[in-house]
């Protein structure tokens, strides 16, 4: 007991000798001073608060389920810009969880087949990371990535057979049966590609296929 209340006199003490110190001192003095003998409180409190937001943020990634996963190559957004497009798709689905939601790739570039290798192989969105990637559901181009991989019958899902009875209302719109051809859309509106218009197609592997209609319709409202 005796113990407990030495170390809160010391405390109470400590605070009282730095009140003392400080009295006399203008702000500049005050904020040197205690960087001076107590900066690595300081460093420990900050350390410490960083800490505890990333663990918070890698925890909630943890509960985050991918729901829909859009790849924008040459993308001019930023992260908050994406986030928001997002949270926006997302609001206009029914019967989605708190965690669920959409993922929107904005690293990715385009180079022709010429400038290839000029640049890190991971730095463009070549034909094998199409084929060989997880979960991707829509990709969203400039023309010449399109032109130059329309012809294989393996890259691009029927957008007939996506859209279903909603294929008509775009249909106009939609190249060999498998792009759409977006040059009024939401991302073009909020300056959100460095190319106009953007290539809309379904990768082969796309895992949730059901949304693409809702997905379009949220690009062209």
Known sequence: M???QNKQSESGS?????REHLSGMTAMEKFEYIVTYYWGRILLAVGLVIVLVWG???VGNLQNNTIFYVALMDSAYSQEE???LCEGFVD???GV?????MRLDTSLIYLPEGQKGTQLYNSYLSKEII???SGLDVYLTPQEFYEENKDD?????SLEEVLGEEYETYAEDILDGTALVLEDCLILQQDGANYEPIYLTVPSGAAHVDLIPAFIRYLTQ
Do not use: P
């Open 14 to 18: 400590s605070v009282q000798t730095l």
């Open 153 to 157: 019958e393996e890259m691009f899902l």
């Open 56 to 58: 918070v943020r890698w």
């Open 97 to 101: 969880g708190t965690h669920d939601i």
């Open 92 to 94: 206009t689905l029914e």
């Open 82 to 84: 994406a986030d928001a």
């Open 131 to 133: 084929m060989e990637s």
């Open 2 to 4: 005796k113990s407990k």
